[in-house]
């Protein structure tokens, strides 16, 4: 070990081990939020502006933060999303495209977000509420609600109807609204409290208090740790093995000048020749 090849390595074993150390105290420090969100953050009404950006994905602090927002309902984008639960009785979320208004988007591009209007039971009040929401489409309103993640879309299952959409998914509702060229669309959806066409207003309660403790953070600054540590064993057993490996061959040397049987052989001078 003390030979300047295994000097080396053990620097080097060093240097690995001090950049997963610096890795782990890294982890560490993102393990523990030091500015959590005060409780009841969320049930603070908050201009749409400042929780979240088009085309952005919303921050996990913010997801069912209430919010407030202006705009008016495009005609003829009123979706059905099926598989929606209320109150644990499964029904139907009537969606509709709300064009912000530009004072509370704060851009110039046309902005659309998406939004859950109401809940119903039933397929048949679903689809005569979305089909009155077509014909005659709220403009200039003020709506309140909570801003969720978009969910994802999904593929339909085997044998069922291809058009329904059982996910709560603005990137798939904007493929199928109209006028969407140049637009700017918000990922996350709001679920509204003031419910339209005679709908359920949707139960969407406040988000669980989290902790300001990470604990997937610090398994992974343990996991660095440990491979800091991993780091010297390996020279060690490298070393180790080298110097078994030497003492192998010691010793087979020793056998072969011994020879068989631990005859003495004579290792000076060739034998002379025969005759």
Request: hydrophobic content about 45%.
């Amino acid at each position: 070990m003390l030979r300047p090849w295994w000097l080396g390595m053990l620097a080097f074993a060093l240097l690995v081990a001090a950049v997963f150390a610096w890795l782990g105290q890294w982890q560490l420090s993102r393990a523990v939020d030091t500015s959590p969100p005060a409780p009841g953050q969320t049930e603070q009404v908050r201009p749409l502006a400042d929780v979240a950006s088009p085309g952005e994905y919303l921050p996990e602090p913010l997801v069912g933060q209430r919010i407030e927002v202006r705009g008016s309902f495009v005609p003829g984008d009123f979706d059905i999303v099926s598989s929606r639960f209320d109150q644990g009785v499964e029904g139907y979320w009537v969606t509709g495209q709300l064009r912000v208004d530009p004072a509370d988007a704060r851009s110039a591009a046309p902005t659309s977000l998406a939004v859950a209007v109401g809940w119903t039971a039933e397929l048949t009040e679903a689809e005569s509420a979305a089909a009155a929401l077509d014909a005659d489409a709220p403009r200039d309103v003020s709506l309140t609600g909570r801003i969720i993640s978009d969910e994802g879309p999904a593929a339909p299952a085997r044998g069922a109807d291809p058009q329904e959409m059982t996910r709560m998914s603005p990137a798939a509702l904007l493929g199928r609204w109209s006028d969407t060229a140049g637009l700017d669309v918000y990922r996350g959806y709001l679920t509204s409290a003031e419910p339209l066409a005679g709908l359920t207003a949707i139960d969407s309660p406040a988000p669980d208090e989290r902790s300001n403790v990470n604990w997937l953070n610090i398994f992974y600054a343990v996991e660095w740790a440990v491979f800091a540590g991993f780091a010297f064993y390996m020279w060690y057993r490298l070393a180790k093995d080298a110097w078994e490996k030497e003492l192998e061959d010691l010793e087979d040397e020793g056998d072969v000048a011994a020879g068989p049987n631990d005859a003495p052989v004579a290792t000076g001078s060739p034998s002379a020749p025969r005759d």
